[in-house]
């Protein structure tokens, strides 16, 4: 079954549930979701959702829109768009950041982003993953993941002492390396904002 069947399909589903909903907001809420499957057709998107939705089945890191080596190229590529995008992720500098843009398009900001801080806590919740893979140095495992030729979302590897989250960003074709140790940025917010708390309680 091609894409564009199963947008019909899930269309169908949806029009038959809408007739059960019980009260105005739910049929609306059923509305929404059906035009937005319409919007991804209509916008010439089918494979691009399709290509979204098996990041989302292999439990991917949140998927990003666009890579960039430093900051100023971020907001110079920003500032360009006609119709810039709000609330999808870049990367700058394989660090992500969100952008947030007002309704006018007047305002264009690009804020860092913890997605990924949160999907390696994730996947270190019931310990360390198992590495695929075991390099002494960050070029050696340059050089392996640069020679894939299809590599899978996300790969866990080890590099010296510590695991790596190979990502392969297949919708920008780019390819990235992040140190679980990201994960102790989240642990330190958390913290600081225990503190705080404490602080204003005494």
Not at 33 to 49: H, R, T
Not at 91 to 99: S, T
């Amino acid at each position: 079954m091609t894409i564009f069947d199963r947008i019909t399909e899930a269309q169908k589903l949806l029009g038959k549930d809408r007739k059960q909903a019980q009260t105005p907001e739910e049929k609306e809420l059923y509305l929404l979701a059906i035009d937005a499957l319409w919007f991804v057709w209509m916008n010439g998107q089918s494979y691009e959702f399709e290509s979204y939705r098996k990041d989302v089945e292999s439990k991917a890191p949140p998927r990003v829109i666009a890579s960039f080596n430093t900051r100023d190229e971020a907001e110079a590529w920003l500032g360009a768009q006609p119709e810039p995008p709000d609330l999808a992720d870049v990367l700058i500098a394989d660090e992500y950041h969100v952008i947030m843009s007002s309704r006018d398009r007047s305002r264009r900001l690009l804020v860092p982003d913890s997605g990924l801080e949160y999907h390696i806590e994730e996947m270190t919740k019931d310990g360390l993953p198992p590495a695929v893979a075991t390099f002494n140095t960050r070029e050696e495992a340059d050089a392996w993941f640069g020679s894939q030729t299809a590599p899978p979302a996300q790969t866990v590897i080890q590099i010296g002492g510590e695991r790596y989250l190979a990502v392969f960003y297949r919708n920008i074709n780019h390819r990235a390396l992040f140190p679980f140790s990201v994960v102790e940025r989240l642990h330190a917010r958390r913290k600081r904002r225990e503190q705080e708390g404490t602080e204003e309680g005494e």
